[in-house]
Structure formats: structure tokens, C-alpha cells
């Protein structure tokens, strides 16, 4: 009834400059790739066609998506949800009213091993020396994971296994800490799984679980925010003169 009858005061955390910025370059990146003439598209953008968007020419990308907010206090500073939200049409290759970021379920691959390293550590099961053998090795059922690049480094330690994003020992590590514990710290650290359920066993390490992309955002906010989880928010202030309405509107936007 309150944002129906109108008349409010709504304060935003957007910050428009950033806005401008994160919609000018998810366009770059998803729409002048695709567009039949992607020099006239970066022009008419005002940004310069350079070899990274000709490299995704051919990489059938339809989308994409953009979240910055503020670590500390949760407040979300750009938002971009779609390559075009503000589109009137729409094709089955590209949906513009979707929102990537808080209605896609997007597996976050490697980008999901900081969670894994952090619950570890964090139990005291592991150090940021913890050495693992980058081998390849069989964990049973037909599980073989291998690196990237397909090669063997012998023996490495936390901190460069993330430096360089390397599988197997992600994968040692998840064996020793647990899929359960990884699943609670990721949910404490504002991570939501798909269904709520993590059935992955072993390949869990290396982000097959599907999440949000904003919620992933959010636990990388807790690390930066030394293990503080910060509740994420586009709104600073609603007024209309009297408290009661404010609260309202304020309970409506966190349903």
C-alpha cells in the first residue's frame, strides 16, 4: 500500500557515475561483440574497439552482468543485472529483463576455491604452508581431476595453489577439511545453494555447484571484510514524514 500511494523519499546506495561505467562496459562486452558492426558499437558506446572483444566475437556470449559494493557496510554501488535491462525486445538467445546476477544460477568454477581454502584454514586443518602433491590422482568412482594446463607441479602449498589456481590440490584440500563444513562457511559467508543442497562430492572444490552470482560477490566481500558478513543493500534512507512508512517499505524490500 505505501509504494503504491507513492509520495517517498528513497536515498540509494547507487553510485550514478559507477552505474554509467558498468553499463557502458557489460555493453562492450557482451553487445559489440555480436553486433553486425562491433567497430560502429564501440563507437557509439564512446569506448574504443579493442582485441578482447574481437576475441569474443565467436564465443556465442549472450550476456552479462555487473555488481561493485561496498565490503564493509554491504551498500551496492553499481548494479547491472542484464548487457541491456532497459531493452523492449527480446530473443531466446538474449532475454534482457533477466536479472544475472540475483535470479541466474551460475556455477562459479574456481572462483569458489578462496571458500574452500578459508574454511581450512579457519578449523586450523590447514595453514597457508599446508603442502599438497599437485599430481593427478584417482579419488575413486572414476574422479581424475587434472590442472588446467594439464601439467604436474609435485609438491605446493596453499597460498601458491591458489596463486596459480590449481585443481588437484583444492580438491586434496576439500578431502581432508569436508563438503559439509565448506557448505556451512559458504552459507555463513552469504552463499546460497541451488535447492540448498550440495551433492557433488569431490568436484565441489572446483565450483560446480551453482550460485548466485551476487552472493558470490558478497562472500568475497567477508574475506576483504576479515570474516564480517555484510548485508547486502541498494537503499540508504525511505521518508515520507512519518516512521512507520519507512519501516514498511524497508520490510517489503528485504522480502
Known amino acids: 500500500p505505501v509504494l503504491e500511494r507513492g509520495g517517498l523519499e ?31 558499437a564501440a563507437k557509439a558506446l564512446g569506448v574504443p574497439y579493442e582485441p578482447w572483444m574481437a576475441n569474443l566475437r565467436d564465443k556465442k556470449l549472450r550476456n552479462g552482468a555487473l555488481i561493485a559494493m561496498d565490503y564493509v557496510t554491504g551498500e551496492i554501488v553499481a548494479y547491472q543485472g542484464s548487457a541491456n535491462p532497459t531493452a523492449t525486445k527480446g530473443t531466446k538467445r538474449f532475454q534482457p529483463r533477466y536479472d544475472v546476477l540475483a535470479d541466474g544460477w551460475r556455477q562459479p568454477g574456481s572462483a569458489f576455491k578462496p571458500v574452500v581454502y578459508t574454511t581450512g584454514i579457519d578449523s586450523r586443518q590447514l595453514t597457508a604452508a599446508t603442502m599438497f602433491m599437485d ?24 597460498r601458491n595453489s591458489l596463486q596459480f589456481s590449481l585443481n588437484i590440490p583444492a580438491v586434496k584440500a576439500l578431502a581432508v577439511i569436508g563438503n559439509d563444513p565448506v557448505q556451512a562457511k559458504a552459507e555463513a559467508m552469504g552463499v546460497t545453494f541451488r535447492d540448498d543442497e550440495v551433492d557433488a562430492g569431490l568436484s565441489f572444490a572446483l565450483g560446480v555447484e551453482e550460485v548466485h552470482v551476487k552472493d558470490l560477490v558478497r562472500a568475497y566481500g567477508t574475506l576483504a571484510n576479515r570474516g564480517k558478513l555484510a548485508y547486502q543493500t541498494t537503499i540508504i534512507t525511505v521518508t515520507d514524514g512519518t516512521d512507520t512508512a519507512a519501516a514498511e517499505v524497508i520490510d517489503i524490500i528485504k522480502d
Open 10 to 40: 528513497i536515498v540509494s546506495t547507487i553510485d550514478l557515475e559507477l552505474q554509467a561505467i558498468a553499463e557502458k562496459w557489460v555493453a562492450a562486452a557482451v553487445i559489440v561483440p555480436q553486433a553486425k558492426s562491433p567497430k560502429a
Open 135 to 158: 599430481v593427478v590422482t584417482n579419488f575413486g568412482g572414476g574422479y581424475v581431476p587434472t590442472d588446467a594446463d594439464n601439467l604436474e607441479r609435485g609438491p605446493a602449498r596453499v
